[in-house]
């Protein structure tokens, strides 16, 4: 078995150090007295409660929360059919063109989608506003959820489609009867990820808001430039909480998932 060296060791620390240290120190001064984010005057929730009064920043929690939920809903659905697409049709017309639609938004820019978006909306004479920011984020996070979701499909077993089917059933009983509740986990976790990504992004939505239409992150940036006070460090120590639970919970779900998929496949072959 090979040790590990004291070169590694250090490595691993000084990389997790520099990732998660600037977080740490961030949520530690969120419970900070004084107004100043860089000294410490010892502890208190005072900007939590300022934060809860501060309504141009709960306008924009709001706002960020429904872009989300909107958009990661509509994004699994239709990731969710491109991932089936690209795996249950592997030979069709423009397969080619179609993936590489697809995949595109993943290694694209955000200057370059939000730009396009904006000339788009432009273009057809949509006013900017929350419409346009949620079909921009839905652009973006659709991918995603294809990706996630198709890497499940193809080690999905469709033998028990095929029986299924000649037990009787549509192809669409079988979809929702059969195929959607073992690709659960995955379809659950490309909800959680465009979730993520839509209450995260900034360049994309900079493009495609309007007025009333301000997310929280954008809210933030702009009071970053003038200096950051207490209450931005709070606002992110929520949402740094937010995340985690939201990416906890989806890692369990998709661990007792699992578990039961294995055991019902090991109880069906013991029979």
Same mark, same amino acid.
């Given at each position: 078995?090979?040790?590990?060296?004291?070169?590694?060791?250090?490595?691993?620390?000084?990389?997790?150090?520099?990732?998660?240290?600037?977080?740490?120190?961030?949520?530690?001064?969120?419970?900070?007295?004084?107004?100043?984010?860089?000294?410490?005057?010892?502890?208190?929730?005072?900007?939590?409660?300022?934060?809860?009064?501060?309504?141009?920043?709960?306008?924009?929690?709001?706002?960020?929360?429904?872009?989300?939920?909107?958009?990661?809903?509509?994004?699994?659905?239709?990731?969710?059919?491109?991932?089936?697409?690209?795996?249950?049709?592997?030979?069709?017309?423009?397969?080619?063109?179609?993936?590489?639609?697809?995949?595109?938004?993943? /290694?694209? *820019? @955000?200057?370059?989608?939000?730009?396009?978006? %904006?000339?788009?909306? +432009? #273009? &057809? !004479?949509?006013?900017?506003?929350?419409?346009?920011?949620?079909?921009?984020?839905?652009?973006?996070?659709?991918?995603?959820?294809?990706?996630?979701?198709?890497?499940?499909?193809?080690?999905?077993?469709?033998?028990?489609?095929?029986?299924?089917?000649?037990?009787?059933?549509?192809?669409?009983?079988?979809?929702?009867?059969?195929?959607?509740?073992?690709?659960?986990?995955?379809?659950?976790?490309?909800?959680?990820?465009?979730?993520?990504?839509?209450?995260?992004?900034?360049?994309?939505?900079?493009?495609?808001?309007?007025?009333?239409?301000?997310?929280?992150?954008?809210?933030?940036?702009?009071?970053?430039?003038?200096? /950051?006070? *207490? @209450?931005?460090?709070?606002?992110?120590?929520? %949402?740094?909480?937010? +995340? #985690? &639970? !939201?990416?906890?919970?989806?890692?369990?779900?998709?661990?007792?998932?699992?578990?039961?998929?294995?055991?019902?496949?090991?109880?069906?072959?013991?029979?």
């Amino acid at each position: 078995m090979q040790r590990w060296s004291r070169f590694n060791i250090a490595s691993i620390v000084l990389g997790f150090a520099f990732l998660y240290l600037p977080i740490v120190l961030l949520v530690i001064f969120s419970f900070n007295e004084s107004k100043l984010v860089t000294v410490w005057a010892g502890f208190s929730t005072k900007w939590y409660v300022q934060l809860f009064h501060n309504q141009a920043l709960l306008d924009a929690a709001w706002v960020t929360v429904r872009v989300g939920l909107i958009s990661a809903t509509v994004a699994t659905v239709l990731g969710t059919l491109a991932a089936l697409a690209m795996t249950r049709y592997t030979r069709f017309r423009g397969r080619m063109l179609f993936s590489g639609m697809i995949y595109a938004p993943l /290694v694209m *820019p @955000e200057v370059i989608t939000g730009l396009s978006m %904006l000339l788009l909306f +432009v #273009a &057809i !004479g949509f006013d900017r506003g929350f419409w346009t920011l949620t079909l921009a984020h839905i652009t973006f996070t659709m991918c995603f959820v294809a990706v996630v979701v198709q890497s499940r499909l193809l080690s999905f077993d469709r033998s028990i489609e095929e029986a299924a089917m000649d037990l009787g059933a549509t192809p669409v009983a079988t979809f929702l009867q059969v195929t959607l509740p073992v690709i659960a986990p995955a379809v659950f976790s490309g909800w959680v990820l465009a979730f993520t990504l839509s209450l995260d992004d900034l360049v994309i939505s900079s493009f495609t808001s309007g007025p009333g239409a301000t997310t929280l992150p954008m809210r933030i940036y702009s009071q970053v430039r003038l200096g /950051v006070t *207490p @209450e931005i460090n709070a606002v992110c120590t929520i %949402l740094i909480g937010i +995340v #985690a &639970i !939201g990416v906890l919970i989806a890692s369990v779900v998709s661990r007792r998932r699992e578990i039961q998929r294995v055991k019902d496949e090991q109880a069906a072959f013991a029979h």
